[in-house]
């Protein structure tokens, strides 16, 4: 009887050794579970934080100093290098004075027609031109543009047409524009469209070339077709090209304004700064002639940095590829 309870005892004892052992097992099997299925959490959760600081944009307010010694002190520079070399091509003589007048000279004619208060006139006569056949250009170039890229045959019919006449001197159309329109304001208008509107298709062209394929099909699920397709798909995917060539359209439309003010001289025009160039040549002052070169690069110039030189900022920075300092 004893040993048969001593027995008993035994065996109960060794279950309940190997029940601990397997509830031991398997509590050790759930805490390396449970760690297991806590570290990729903890690592996710640490690659997201991660990935949140790469995407946050970190402003640094730059001094104002700094900022200016790193944008204004070059142009500055550049320009005081220029005038140095130009006074000493007037002191050796380089040229006769009378043919290379030296800067002081340029900007004592710039005075005397600043004290007529006829400089303004110029300078406004000759913006308004511009910016008035600039718009026209964008209203015609635009709609042609997406044609050409859109519509293959018109590709394949006037594509060629639109890059030859981007190539073509402004200037040669100006006497079948005097045939034309006669000397007028139409004159001077034909030539600038003729100068820019091929620009700003060709740039609209090439900006609706690069556009991935993928939007396009994107548009097309979310119901985004024709004129609506146009406005919310093609011109923002577009915009890059797009700006390129509104850029190059400026410059072509202010080149040929120029032009066409050089040779179409009426009274019943106005003076813009082409004919105030002319001027200058036909009275055989060479410091005249300067200040009107001076006059109407720092207008082209200063288009570039108000208006295109922004927008141009503007849409880097809406794609991230530039940050505000």
Do not use: C
Request: hydrophobic letters at 50%.
């Amino acid at each position: 009887m004893a040993s048969t309870e001593t027995t008993d005892t035994t065996d109960t004892t060794d279950t309940t050794e190997a029940e601990a052992e397997t509830a031991g097992t398997e509590s050790g099997a759930d805490g390396a579970t449970a760690g297991e299925a806590a570290r990729p959490a903890g690592s996710l959760a640490g690659l997201e934080a991660g990935l949140d600081a790469l995407e946050a944009s970190h402003v640094h307010r730059t001094p104002l100093l700094s900022k200016l010694r790193e944008k204004a002190l070059p142009p500055v520079v550049a320009i005081a290098l220029v005038l140095i070399a130009w006074q000493l091509a007037y002191h050796f003589q380089v040229k006769a004075h009378y043919q290379l007048p030296s800067p002081v000279d340029v900007a004592r004619s710039l005075r005397d027609q600043w004290l007529k208060g006829t400089l303004l006139g110029f300078v406004w006569t000759s913006l308004s031109r511009g910016v008035l056949g600039f718009l026209a250009s964008v209203a015609i170039g635009t709609p042609l543009g997406l044609l050409v890229a859109r519509v293959k045959p018109v590709r394949a019919a006037i594509g060629p047409i639109l890059s030859g006449l981007q190539s073509l001197p402004s200037v040669a159309w100006v006497p079948a524009s005097i045939i034309w329109f006669g000397l007028s304001n139409g004159t001077i208008y034909a030539v600038v469209l003729l100068g820019a509107v091929p620009s700003i298709a060709n740039g609209l062209v090439a900006g609706v070339d690069q556009i991935p394929p993928l939007y396009l099909r994107a548009g097309r699920v979310i119901g985004a077709t024709g004129l609506h397709s146009v406005r919310h798909v093609l011109l923002p995917a577009a915009l890059p090209g797009y700006l390129a060539g509104l850029k190059q359209g400026w410059a072509f439309s202010w080149r040929s304004l120029m032009a066409a003010e050089l040779i179409v001289s009426s009274p019943d025009l106005g003076t813009g700064l082409g004919q105030f160039l002319e001027q200058g040549r036909e009275q055989s002052d060479m410091a005249w002639v300067l200040a009107a070169i001076l006059l109407i690069l720092i207008v082209g110039i200063g288009i570039e940095l108000l208006v295109f030189a922004p927008l141009e900022r503007a849409v880097l920075r809406s794609r991230g590829l530039l940050v505000r300092s």
